[in-house]
């Protein structure tokens, strides 16, 4: 049972903004970055956003994250039919000295 | 280019012990902390262990604590998973990542390799 919570799944029509949650704690994303991957079937997880609102070069300004208290969201704008796939939120906890990853949260385009 | 390559997995039986090993650019290795992550069939990702840039700090889930090690070899650019004891829950595909850079956020991921315990 991840210790990071996110909905399971969400939906979306095209151009649609959609964002997604992630509640966690004081040891983890109250005191820590969080970090937001993407992962298609049968593919590695691409990361979107680091430390909770910053895009790495070639992830399209259309992801954005943010951090407030102990959740983080990741907010995905014009949404299209491309952005279908599993979205994790992670973050370091210091009381278990580890990473942690929220259960995935499945996108459907409608 | 820059890769991470995952090998060693395959088919063991329970309380087996395999080791994995991930090829790494010289320069990930060097510059990043690295991580094993891994994705049971139809599950989501799980974190399993950590290694700090030097080397000098390790950081295991409780699931794998005492029964997995992670290790590096500078001069071979490689980073390992030795994985004993294994069981049944240990049936995934291990992925091998850097920790993400806190200026660029460049972030490499392998394209994994299967770990199958079963008797």
């Known amino acids: 049972q991840s210790v990071l919570t996110q909905p399971p799944s969400t939906s979306g029509t095209p151009g649609q903004r959609i964002t997604i949650s992630c509640s966690g704690s004081s040891s983890n994303i109250g005191s820590n970055d969080a970090y937001w991957y993407q992962q298609f079937p049968g593919t590695a997880p691409k990361l979107l956003i680091y430390r909770s609102n910053r895009r790495p070069s070639g992830v399209p300004d259309r992801f954005s994250g943010s951090k407030s208290g102990t959740s983080a969201s990741l907010a995905i704008s014009g949404l299209r039919s491309e952005d279908e796939a599993d979205y994790y939120c992670a973050a370091w906890d210091d009381r278990l000295r580890g990473w942690l990853f929220g259960g995935a949260t499945k996108l459907t385009v409608l | 280019e820059v890769q991470l390559v995952e090998s060693g997995g395959g088919l063991v039986q329970p309380g087996g012990s395999l080791r994995l090993s991930c090829t790494a650019s010289?320069?990930?290795?060097?510059?990043?902390?690295m991580t094993w992550v891994r994705q049971a069939p139809g599950k989501g990702l799980e974190w399993v262990s950590s290694?700090?840039?030097?080397?000098?700090?390790?950081y295991y889930a409780d699931s794998v604590k005492g029964r997995f090690i992670i290790s590096r070899d500078n001069s071979k650019k490689i980073v390992y998973l030795q994985m004993n004891s294994l069981r049944a829950e240990d049936t995934a595909l291990y992925y091998c990542?850097?920790?993400?850079?806190?200026?660029?956020?460049?972030?490499?991921w392998g394209q994994g390799t299967l770990v199958t315990v079963s008797s």
């Open positions: 990542a850097n920790s993400p850079n806190s200026v660029t956020g460049s972030n490499y």
């Open positions: 010289e320069f990930i290795l060097s510059s990043s902390a």
């Open positions: 290694l700090s840039r030097d080397g000098a700090n390790t």
